[in-house]
T-cell receptor, first 117, second 114 residues
Framework: AQTVTQSQPEMSVQEAETVTLSCTYD???????LFWYKQPPSRQMILVIR??????QNATENRFSVNFQKAAKSFSLKISDSQLGDAAMYFC??????????????FGTGTRLKVLA | DAGVIQSPRHEVTEMGQEVTLRCKPI?????LFWYRQTMMRGLELLIY????????DSGMPEDRFSAKMPNASFSTLKIQPSEPRDSAVYFC????????????FGSGTQLSVL
């Protein structure tokens, strides 16, 4: 069974600095998707970035980028120029991609990011 | 599109009572997921449906939990009888089949069992 591990329950970063959140996963599949979701205090779940496993190029969305290491099964999120609005819980997620058309998302336990002014 | 709609947003009940959480997925989405969020375990997948059929319910913690999806626009998660350790935020999410389709979440139900 697939598992997702986020080993950092909490992280802090100074405003305008860079922070990296870690995520590792375990799977025997070769084709899958990886995601980072942000959950602010409002409880809303917001997609930050996604990566398709067959793509070697790391995904980037403005100040957010990932370091995808497929062999190591690692998928870290880098936030550059951190802003106060980045403070939230961040979840790493794995989605299997099955020919049958069914799939499921597995989430990690989350990392709470604090941004210090 | 109104997004995924969950109700109620908050539920406070006493131990032993039946609790029913409701979800309306986004129209056209054929997959629906129920998650439970706690500090200790993060987001746990309880059950998911595809085309209204339960595909995997291995995450349902006990027989006290049950979920149904009678049609493409409605699903329920029921806890009977409820216990204090069931207190958590319960999320419903829906998604489509197309390759890059992301998961769309409802606003969650904060359940408190006293």
């Amino acid at each position: 069974a697939q598992t997702v591990t986020q080993s950092q329950p909490e992280m802090s970063v100074q405003e305008a600095e860079t922070v990296t959140l870690s995520c590792t996963y375990d799977t025997s599949e070769s084709d899958y998707y990886l995601f980072w979701y942000k959950q602010p205090p409002s409880r809303q779940m917001i997609l930050v970035i996604r990566q398709e496993a067959y793509k070697q190029q790391n995904a980037t969305e403005n100040r957010f980028s990932v370091n995808f290491q497929k062999a190591a099964k690692s998928f870290s999120l880098k936030i550059s120029d951190s802003q106060l609005g980045d403070a939230a819980m961040y979840f790493c997620a794995y989605r299997s991609r099955r020919p049958s058309g069914t799939y499921k998302y597995i989430f990690g336990t989350g990392t709470r990011l604090k941004v210090l002014a | 599109d109104a997004g995924v709609i969950q109700s109620p947003r908050h539920e406070v009940t006493e131990m032993g009572q039946e609790v029913t959480l409701r979800c309306k997925p986004i129209s056209g989405h054929n997959s629906l997921f129920w998650y439970r969020q706690t500090m200790m375990r993060g987001l746990e997948l309880l059950i998911y449906f595809n085309n209204n059929v339960p595909i995997d319910d291995s995450g349902m913690p006990e027989d006290r939990f049950s979920a149904k999806m009678p049609n493409a626009s409605f699903s329920t998660l029921k806890i009977q009888p409820s216990e204090p350790r069931d207190s958590a935020v319960y999320f419903c999410a829906s998604g489509g089949d197309r390759g890059r389709e992301k998961l769309f979440f409802g606003s969650g139900t904060q359940l408190s069992v006293l």
